[in-house]
């Protein structure tokens, strides 16, 4: 059982719709993140939310729109995806942003 | 930038037999992490090494720090099925990167009973 829990488990769009993925904590957590992972490759870092700031933003394109609504919530806005951009993203937290991360379930990705 | 190497990439393991898999970070590390994930699942924790030379055990399974914070190893002993899954080393720079957590490309594990 993981304790960030992440909706939807799975999520197929057309490259012209807008959806949004959710991640949610409640470890009191001070720091979250958005991972991409493709098949058979480490997690790749996107996004870091530090005291729900964004610290840290990998140069990732404009079409992935994070927002940090509170200190438990995590979102990740989707518009107009590439077929490329189908993939694992998962969600984790952890204490401080130096400290361990714990995932959520991931959400799985398809680009029509 | 800072890069994390791992290897070995692939596994094959004997249900009972031992085994290593190495990291190495082109730069010091703060701390190294490491985290478990099973096919179809997700990343899970497993340990944090902070210091130099640090070595933690879990059971069955070894973690080592370099002396130089630069490099990391995992020695599974008497493997299990249950020990199937990818390991991913996970290396932590300095403070102005606190957040980037730098993964290896991970150890797919893979146990013959």
């Known amino acids: 059982d993981t304790e960030v829990t992440q909706t939807p488990k799975h999520l197929v769009m057309g490259m012209t719709n807008k959806k949004s993925l959710k991640c949610e904590q409640h470890?009191?957590?001070?720091?979250m993140y958005w991972y991409k992972q493709k098949a058979k490759k480490p997690p790749e870092l996107m996004f870091v939310?530090?005291?729900?700031?964004?610290?840290i933003n990998e140069s990732v394109p404009s079409r992935f729109s994070p927002e940090c609504p509170n200190s438990s919530l995590l979102n990740l806005h989707l518009h107009a995806l590439q077929p490329e951009d189908s993939a694992l993203y998962l969600c984790?937290?952890?204490?401080?942003?130096?400290?361990?991360?714990?995932f959520g379930d991931g959400t799985r990705l398809s680009i029509l | 930038g800072q890069q994390v190497m791992q290897i070995p990439q692939y596994q094959h393991v004997q249900e009972g037999e031992d085994f290593t898999t190495y990291c190495n970070s082109s730069t010091t590390l703060s701390n190294i992490q490491w985290y478990k994930q099973r096919p179809g699942g997700h990343p899970v924790f497993l340990i944090q090494l902070v210091k130099s030379g640090e070595v933690k055990k879990q059971k069955r399974l070894t973690f080592q720090f370099g002396e130089a914070k630069k490099n990391s190893s995992l020695h599974i002993t008497a493997t299990q099925t249950t020990d199937v899954g990818t390991y991913f080393c996970?290396?932590?720079?300095?403070?102005?990167?606190?957040?980037?957590?730098?993964f290896g490309a991970g150890t797919q594990v893979v146990v013959t009973p």
């Open positions: 996970a290396g932590l720079g300095t403070t102005d990167s606190w957040g980037k957590l730098q």
């Open positions: 470890m009191g957590h001070r720091a």
């Open positions: 984790a937290s952890s204490q401080d942003s130096n400290q361990p991360q714990h």
């Open positions: 939310y530090s005291y729900e700031k964004l610290s």
